[in-house]
């Protein structure tokens, strides 16, 4: 089964999962009271959008954008290409042309469009961090519930009314090609790799993987065998031990040589994280 048809399966049976929560709890509510919003975060998801929203049906708040998570699952899907290779992380805004992309597709689905989940969030008299309502979207996440009245304000001054869908969008095209598209006119450097295989060293080493491959294989493997090396003995210290980051290090400089990287790192440490656990040995193989 596919990808794709299991996002729109799973988005039928959220569907069901309402219907039940309401027959059995909730009878007095009216049918498409209770709903959820959708966050688009992986890069199968984008392409699946109207089939979510048609799963969900009336129980649909509507589409969130995401930023970190969609990148991840962009890198990850796509992590045997050379041609995908994406620049810096800092460099990889919700300007670059497949996040663009994939945020002018959410809105052009005709829902309630959300922004936010990304480092941005409204601020007063600062127009790049309202790009979020400028660029059509109908509200915003939130971190914090101090955060409210910022975006309230933020929200009210560009939009005039409960939502955007006055605008017209039928002029909005996205393409496959534009959803995959790489052009980015900045170059990988030898500063952001350092910080990634940083990055991915002390994620992994607190259980929290988030290695992002296009950096790691930009150079060759033995260039980022030395960054390891270089770095490895910087992080040691409270809770990041040298065993830990050994078996980090380890696994790091085996999977740069693989021309299909691991789908999903957790689970190919989660027999290190089950023995920091003190699960008993007889059912340590059972957590993978």
């Known amino acids: 089964?596919?990808?794709?048809?299991?996002?729109?399966?799973?988005?039928h049976l959220r569907n069901d999962i309402f219907n039940f929560f309401k027959l059995q709890f909730c009878v007095a509510l009216l049918h498409g009271t209770t709903r959820g919003t959708v966050l688009i975060k992986t890069l199968p998801a984008a392409f699946?959008?109207?089939?979510?929203?048609?799963?969900?049906?009336?129980?649909?708040?509507?589409?969130?954008?995401?930023?970190?998570?969609?990148?991840?699952?962009?890198?990850?899907?796509?992590?045997?290409?050379?041609?995908?290779?994406?620049?810096?992380?800092?460099?990889?805004?919700?300007?670059?042309?497949?996040?663009?992309?994939?945020v002018r597709l959410l809105i052009y689905c005709k829902v309630t469009a959300m922004g936010g989940m990304s480092a941005y969030i409204p601020i007063k008299d600062d127009p790049k961090a309202n790009e979020i309502v400028t660029n059509d979207h109908d509200g915003t996440w939130i971190a914090h519930p101090l955060?409210?009245?910022?975006?309230m304000e933020v929200f009210s001054e560009h939009m005039f009314g409960p939502n955007q869908y006055h605008i017209h969008r039928?002029?909005?095209?996205?393409?496959?090609?534009?959803?995959?598209?790489?052009?980015?006119?900045?170059k990988i450097t030898e500063e952001g790799i350092h910080s990634s295989v940083a990055t991915a060293l002390a994620y992994s080493d607190a259980g929290l993987v988030y290695v992002k491959y296009s950096s790691c294989v930009a150079g060759d493997a033995e260039y980022i065998d030395s960054i390891v090396d270089e770095l490895v003995p910087t992080l040691v210290g409270g809770s990041v031990t040298a065993r830990k980051l050994e078996i980090v290090a380890a696994y790091l400089k085996k999977q740069v040589r693989q021309e299909w990287p691991s789908e999903?790192?957790?689970?190919?440490?989660?027999r290190y994280l089950a023995v920091a656990d003190g699960v008993p040995e007889k059912w340590q193989k059972s957590v993978l």
């Open 147 to 151: 955060i409210n009245k910022i975006a």
């Open 170 to 186: 039928e002029g909005m095209k996205v393409a496959v090609s534009d959803l995959l598209n790489t052009s980015i006119p900045v």
């Open 264 to 270: 999903f790192l957790t689970s190919d440490l989660m």
């Open 48 to 102: 699946q959008m109207e089939e979510i929203l048609f799963g969900l049906r009336e129980h649909s708040s509507g589409l969130n954008c995401g930023q970190w998570d969609y990148i991840f699952s962009f890198v990850k899907r796509r992590r045997a290409e050379h041609a995908a290779a994406l620049p810096d992380r800092s460099q990889v805004t919700m300007e670059v042309p497949f996040m663009a992309a994939y």
């Open 1 to 11: 089964m596919s990808r794709a048809s299991l996002l729109e399966k799973e988005a």
